[in-house]
């Protein structure tokens, strides 16, 4: 009796790892609810090296990294992206939102189930995993997406730029429904407050 409980115990666990799964549509739907947010990153460059600081989350289409040692800092708004580099008196380098994979978690409406958009969904129980790209643009890079469920949360991304160098970014302590001022995101004053 025993094995066969045991038995009945293996077959079924299968089907609850992939009860786990996240459909595409309830990823979506999270991140189309996903306003505001802050919390803690820590990120891993492609060299090895690691990062930590603060982020925010304004969407559509703002996001910020303030760098902890202020090393420099990410900011997205207005449909540019600038990164500015502490060590550099030179302005911040700059190029459209649109030719980054995190434009598509940014996005005004994601939809994830577009045509050419995911390359791959997985999971492994605990968490889902979703690669995604711009289906007009794949040479722009992707975006890999892990997420827990219940409640479902993003916990971390994986960045493949065009050239395949790879940047992981772990969230922690997220909070959601904060309030984040405007100005967080104005690549031009930040500029104007570093005298760029």
Known sequence: MRRLAL????????????????????????LNSLQ???????QVNADGSLSEGTFYIKRPGRVRFEYAD???????????????????????QRFPLSETPLSI???DNVNLGRAGMVTGATSD??????????????DYGSIQ????????EL?????TDSGGSQTTVILNDMRTGVQIGDRAFNIQAEMSARGQ
């Not at 129980?125 to 794949?138: F, K, L």
């Not at 916990?155 to 960045?159: A, D, E, T």
């Open 145 to 152: 997406l892990v997420f827990t469920a219940a409640p479902v």
């Open 105 to 107: 978690i940014l996005a």
């Open 70 to 92: 202020d090393s420099g800092l990410f900011v997205a708004g207005g449909g540019q992206v600038a990164v500015f580099d502490a060590a550099s008196n030179e302005g911040p």
């Open 7 to 30: 038995a009945a115990t293996l077959a079924l666990a299968p089907l609850a790892a992939a009860a786990q799964q996240l459909s595409l549509q309830e990823i979506s739907d999270y």
């Open 125 to 138: 129980g605990t968490t889902t995993t979703v690669t995604a790209q711009d289906p007009q643009h794949p």
């Open 155 to 159: 916990r971390q991304w994986v960045i």
């Open 36 to 42: 505001t947010a802050t919390g803690g990153f820590t």
